[in-house]
């Protein structure tokens, strides 16, 4: 909405040749040109004059080309390029003239996708500090307009969903819809995201398998891919693993993180979704029917040294620490850091999505992970932060008893089985999906709950995971280099 604001307020009505001095870096925040490529128009950035006359002078010529040249403060523009140009000014202070915008400067993506939904309604002069902070608690985030915003922010995800066939729309999709589970929960705005999941579901069970192929520069995709992936990138570095962090409890504990600069992607965790499958499969780069023990964690960190071993790094030069006071030895290169923070309070959560709102709450104000990031940072470390899984909202459709599972996991979202010849009734009774073992040992059979179920207390309301939700499989991941950071 930000976007469309820009857009509308911009000469593109009357001109094709559009120079943007974008005085505040805004596009880096919220990518407004991405409306004017809607509109047809191309969008570069000015970097020098030598650049834009080899790439674009034949254009700038002709006139007739739909051409947006963004200039983030760069000073000297020579003067015949300049005239061919509608110059637009795209800062706080233009845009919303009325408010502070030293106030403005501290507002998020969705802070001014929000003011840009009501910022035609007229309003006196607010630009006084706490007058621009009022107008916020009481205008921009009034309950009518945050379910109008998010509701149409909803509609269009739900768009993209039906239609999403590549991972990458996957990922976005997941950090789109954890921003609106988070709102909906804190405001109390009732907003169901569930058909997302739905649609995730059965994308995952046509295409889950074919992720091993995919190489992407910006995440490793699968968590398996993920030391691989780490070892090519850096040199010295730390991977810290916030065990069942979803991307809903991202968005809250990345608001400790002022300071510190990262860039956030995602990757998918391994299904089904539990601890010992998937966070062995991302410390050891293997797939679950490669790992010595798929149902237990007893060999986690023999894992770990192995993969590390593997990539040419000596036993000293290896770390493997639990908990926000880690440290490592001057000599460690590779170290992993696990976490155990969220997992737990998902297990023990009765108070569903607003009690993990409200204990992410109170961990993002102890800091406690920015501060060990910060200090591995410090240390020489690029860091990494992903989880092995995240979490999701279920009822109980009953405990299974008296079925014959095969293995015994803490997942109340799948069910293993070898030799199993009431398999088909089980589907039944509880609405169980087979899954068709991706990457899994072969010689079992393996049933999961529907997106919204788990095989707890009937009726019983739980946050879990295990299962093939987007809550559950798309996971954060965040890296943040050493090189940038100078606290």
């Known amino acids: 909405m930000f976007g469309e604001y820009v857009f509308g307020n911009s000469p593109a009505s009357y001109a094709n040749l559009i120079w943007i001095n974008d005085v505040d870096y805004l596009n880096r925040i919220t990518s407004y040109s991405d409306v004017f490529e809607q509109h047809g128009f191309d969008v ?44 637009y ?31 035609a309604n007229s309003f006196d002069d607010l630009t006084k500090p706490e007058q621009t902070n009022q107008f916020f608690d009481t205008v921009v985030y009034g309950r009518d307009n945050l379910l109008l915003y998010f509701r149409l922010k909803l509609e269009g995800i739900l768009q993209k969903a039906t239609s999403a066939f590549h ?83 991202w968005t809250i504990l990345k608001r400790s993180f002022a300071g510190i600069c990262y860039r ?42 192995e993969c590390a071993r593997k990539y040419g790094y000596k036993d000293n030069q290896i770390g493997y620490e639990r908990g926000y006071d880690a440290s490592f030895s001057a000599f460690v290169k590779c170290g992993a850091v696990i976490i155990l923070d969220i997992d737990e309070l998902v297990h023990a959560q009765y108070q569903g999505r607003i009690g993990m709102l409200n204990d992410d709450t109170v961990l993002m104000k102890q800091n406690k992970l920015a501060e060990l990031t910060k200090r591995l940072l410090q ?72 997106v919204g179920d788990s095989l707890d207390i009937k009726g019983e309301n739980v946050m879990t995971h295990g299962g093939i939700s987007l809550d559950e499989v798309v996971v954060p991941f965040i890296i943040a280099r050493t090189e940038d950071y100078h606290g």
């Open 44 to 87: 570069i950035e000015y970097r020098d004059d030598l650049s834009l006359r080899i790439g674009y002078e034949q254009k700038i010529k002709a006139g007739n080309e739909k051409l947006v040249v963004l200039n983030f403060n760069k000073a000297y523009i020579p003067y015949d390029i300049m005239k061919q140009f509608a110059l």
């Open 379 to 450: 240390d020489g470390f690029d860091v990494y932060i992903t989880a092995d899984h995240g979490n999701t909202p279920c009822t109980g459709l009953g405990r299974l008893t008296g079925s014959g599972v095969e293995v015994e996991t803490r997942s109340h979202k799948m069910v293993v089985l070898k030799d199993f010849a009431n398999k088909d009734s089980l589907i039944e009774r509880y609405g169980l999906l087979e899954y068709p073992k991706y990457y899994l040992p072969k010689d079992y059979d393996y049933l999961i709950c529907n």
């Open 89 to 119: 000014t795209v800062s706080l202070r233009t845009l919303f003239s009325k408010l502070n915008a030293d106030v403005l400067h501290h507002k998020s993506r969705i802070d001014l996708d929000l003011l840009a939904m009501v910022a």
């Open 167 to 249: 991972y990458h729309e996957w990922c976005r999709i997941a950090e789109q819809k954890a921003i609106i589970d988070r709102y909906s929960v804190q405001y109390g705005l009732n907003i169901d995201t569930s058909e997302i999941n739905r649609l995730f579901q059965n994308y995952a069970l046509k295409a889950f398998g074919t992720l091993s192929t995919k190489i992407d520069r910006d995440t490793p995709v699968l968590v398996s891919h993920a030391m691989e992936y780490i070892h090519e990138q850096s040199e010295k570095f730390a991977i810290i693993v916030m065990d069942g962090m979803s991307e809903f409890d």
């Open 264 to 305: 956030q992607s995602a990757a998918f965790a391994m299904i089904p979704s539990t601890t010992s499958i998937s966070r062995q499969c991302l410390l050891s780069g293997k797939y679950p029917s490669q790992l010595i023990e798929p149902w237990k964690q007893s060999k986690e960190k023999n894992e770990f040294y």
